[in-house]
């Protein structure tokens, strides 16, 4: 209670008494992905800490699958308070901030390794408070996995994919990335993909297999190319308001439990995105296509040339920054 009579003070005196109530804060985490995701996993192990280590202070509600709120209204919410944790993927920030559509850009990270030394770097680092103007505190990185990409026929070459239509997230790079290859890019909702795709609104979708794998894609989308082209990673971020109004003591612990959980997605990631791959492999209901490494290089090739339309207002020093971890010297 004394700790909550002191960070009220200081909440009044820096103007910020959003989180200052008398009972538990509340922390309502929403997301829109399964529970077996690796974002799923580790929002369940943020409340589990939390309870452990800060049960009396802090109350968490996680809500999964889009339950609370969805692509298209969660950030507002966020910006309104009415929802205090959030972990989109890098590609839902456009809107807030340009720079994060690095993270989009076809080919340039080789693996998920790669990205993490990326993340883990100055330049990655200060992308967390690319969006503090915004009201949006940028705390850790959680990775997913490398993108694959799926359709109703085989995408052995980019020319397969001319005509076809694909969802994306509403990332302007992503639009790009499918507009180049002659193919329609449909900007949905991660809710609404599976109905698009099963009304045959749409031919085809990227995603990591984990994710491919828990929303059932496989029926609607016989054809999965390990391309590896890129990368779904998320932000998890808090509205600055309300962050920088909590107790002192209390953001300390939630940092120390953050670090602890990130650390636990992110080595869990690439584990449940193999073992998503081998079910989808093992259910007989995907053709599961790999490319030779000619292949690759065509739809390298192919969708690299966004990289110059986006250099500019990413900031070029951001590009090469990132197109520096993959060269294992440094
Ligand atoms: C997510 O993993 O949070 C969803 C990604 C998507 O919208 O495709």
Same mark, same amino acid.
Request: aromatic share 8%; hydrophobic share 45%; charged share 20%.
């Given at each position: ?10 909440? &009044?005196?820096?103007?910020? *008494? ?20 690796? #974002? ?5 192990? @943020?409340? #589990? ?14 809500h999964a699958n889009s339950s609370l709120y969805g692509d298209a209204n969660e ?6 308070? %009415? ?23 076809? @080919?340039?990270? %080789?693996?998920? %390794?790669?990205? =993490? ?5 100055? #330049?990655?680092? /200060?992308?967390? !408070? ?19 990409? !799926? *359709? ?14 694909? $969802? ?8 790009? /990335?499918? +507009? ?18 099963? !009304?045959?609104?749409? /031919? ?6 984990? =994710? ?8 609607? /989308? ?26 002192? !003591?209390? $953001?300390?612990? &939630? ?11 992110? =080595? ?5 995105n193999r073992e998503a791959r081998e079910q989808l492999a093992a259910s007989g209901?995907?053709? &599961? ?6 292949? $690759? %290089?065509?739809? $390298? ?7 110059? +339309? ?21």
């Open positions: 209670m004394k700790m909550f009579l002191s960070g009220l003070a200081l909440a &009044l005196l820096t103007g910020n *008494a959003i989180a200052a109530t008398d009972g538990p804060v509340l922390i309502k985490f929403s997301h829109v992905v399964a529970d077996d995701t690796p #974002k799923g996993q580790g929002a369940l192990l @943020f409340k #589990k800490l939390v309870e452990e280590r800060l049960g009396e202070q802090v109350r968490v509600e996680v950030l507002q919410a966020l910006l309104n308070n %009415d929802v205090q944790l959030l972990a989109p993927s890098l590609s839902k920030f456009s809107q807030y901030t340009p720079k994060l559509q690095v993270f989009d850009l076809p @080919f340039l990270f %080789d693996d998920l %390794d790669a990205v =993490n030394r990326f993340q883990k770097r100055a #330049k990655g680092r /200060q992308l967390l !408070s690319a969006m503090e103007k915004r009201n949006i505190t940028g705390l850790a990185y959680w990775h997913n996995g490398m993108k694959q990409l !799926s *359709a109703t026929q085989p995408l052995q070459s980019p020319a397969a994919a001319k005509g076809l239509a694909f $969802r994306i997230q509403s990332s302007p790079v992503l639009e790009s /990335q499918f +507009q180049i290859l002659g193919a329609k890019a449909v900007k949905l909702p991660f809710a609404d993909t599976l109905p698009a795709l099963r !009304s045959g609104t749409v /031919q085809g979708t990227e995603n990591s297999w984990s =994710n491919l794998y828990s929303q059932q894609y496989a029926p609607v /989308q016989p054809y999965m190319v390990e391309s590896n082209h890129g990368v779904l990673d998320y932000m998890l971020v808090s509205n600055s308001k309300f962050w920088s109004s909590l107790p002192y !003591s209390v $953001r300390i612990e &939630l940092d120390a439990i953050i670090d602890e959980v990130t650390y636990a997605v992110n =080595n869990a990631a690439e584990a449940q209901k995907v053709n &599961l296509i790999t490319l030779s490494a000619q292949e $690759r %290089d065509a739809w $390298r090739k192919a969708m690299q040339p966004v990289w110059k +339309q986006f250099e500019g207002e990413i900031g070029a020093d951001i590009v090469h920054a990132a197109e520096q971890v993959n060269r294992r010297s440094n």
